[in-house]
């Protein structure tokens, strides 16, 4: 069974970064989708960015485009978020994502889910 550990989390001023991590357990890290999404208070879950490891391809929503950065370690089974820039809308719980082929990557109806990390940007 797949478990996903993020870390990273904290609190930062706007115009700060920070950098996200999730290590990935259970599983053979390379043959999954890497994701995350974020969800703020009163708000649905919305998709951040993902890397799909057999194509190389990155996917990011529009609102963390140029700012946000997804990698992987499949020597380390790690996923990271780097980001930059933060806004005070970016303020969510921030959770990481596995699944071996997403039906829907922007969704959040993935198979696997770590338990989050909050994030909070002070204006």
């Known amino acids: 069974q797949v478990q996903l550990v993020e870390s990273g989390g904290g609190l930062v001023q706007a115009g700060g970064s920070l950098r996200l991590s999730c290590a990935f357990s259970?599983?053979?890290?390379?043959?999954?989708?890497m994701g995350w999404f974020r969800q703020a208070p009163g708000k649905e879950r919305e998709f951040v960015a993902a890397f799909k490891w057999s194509s190389g391809r990155t996917y990011y929503a529009d609102s963390v485009k140029g700012r946000f950065t997804i990698s992987r370690d499949n020597a380390r089974n790690t996923v990271y978020l780097q980001m930059n820039s933060l806004k005070p809308e970016d303020t969510a719980v921030y959770y990481c994502a596995a699944d071996k082929s997403p039906a829907v990557i922007t969704t959040p109806t993935w198979n696997s889910w770590g338990q989050g990390t909050q994030v909070t940007v002070s204006a």
């Open positions: 259970g599983g053979t890290f390379s043959l999954y989708t």
